[in-house]
């Protein structure tokens, strides 16, 4: 893989998901993703993960964004973003009360204003 492929691959991953082909762009994140971490040079993934977990979130696809979301999160347990995202995930599969902590944790450290109706039971 070169430094090139690798950019435009990366390039077009994002014009799909920029225009909301979530299916598409996700597969295309999933191939990099995998790529990085086996190929030189060895990229980071948490910008590609970020937007895999992100495709699969928009395409309702919310078993796999979270088992994503869930494996970022142990890298780096303050991606206020990555717990917005996991909280935002378990709401929609109605998991309300599992996804508070993670939407307080993402209010705390990233300033989000999630109180109100995202925060159902309150």
Same mark, same amino acid.
């Given at each position: 893989?070169?430094?090139? #492929?690798?950019?435009?691959?990366?390039?077009?991953?994002?014009?799909?998901?920029?225009?909301?082909?979530?299916?598409?762009?996700?597969? &295309?994140?999933? /191939?990099?993703?995998?790529? #990085?971490? @086996?190929?030189?040079?060895?990229?980071?993934?948490?910008? @590609?993960?970020?937007?895999?977990?992100?495709?699969?979130?928009? #395409?309702?696809?919310?078993?796999?964004?979270?088992?994503? @979301?869930?494996?970022?999160?142990? =890298?780096?347990? =303050?991606?206020?973003?990555? &717990?917005?995202?996991?909280?935002?995930?378990?709401?929609?599969?109605?998991?309300?009360?599992?996804?508070?902590?993670? &939407?307080?944790?993402?209010?705390?450290?990233?300033?989000? =204003?999630?109180?109100?109706? /995202?925060?159902?039971?309150?």
């Amino acid at each position: 893989m070169t430094e090139s #492929s690798f950019a435009s691959d990366y390039d077009a991953a994002r014009e799909r998901f920029d225009k909301g082909e979530y299916r598409e762009a996700g597969a &295309l994140f999933l /191939e990099l993703v995998d790529r #990085s971490a @086996l190929e030189p040079p060895l990229h980071g993934t948490t910008e @590609l993960r970020l937007y895999l977990a992100r495709s699969y979130y928009h #395409s309702a696809q919310l078993g796999r964004s979270e088992e994503i @979301l869930r494996a970022m999160l142990v =890298d780096n347990p =303050d991606d206020h973003y990555a &717990l917005l995202l996991l909280g935002r995930t378990l709401q929609r599969q109605s998991r309300h009360e599992e996804a508070k902590p993670h &939407l307080a944790m993402a209010k705390l450290l990233g300033g989000y =204003d999630i109180d109100g109706p /995202e925060l159902p039971g309150r």
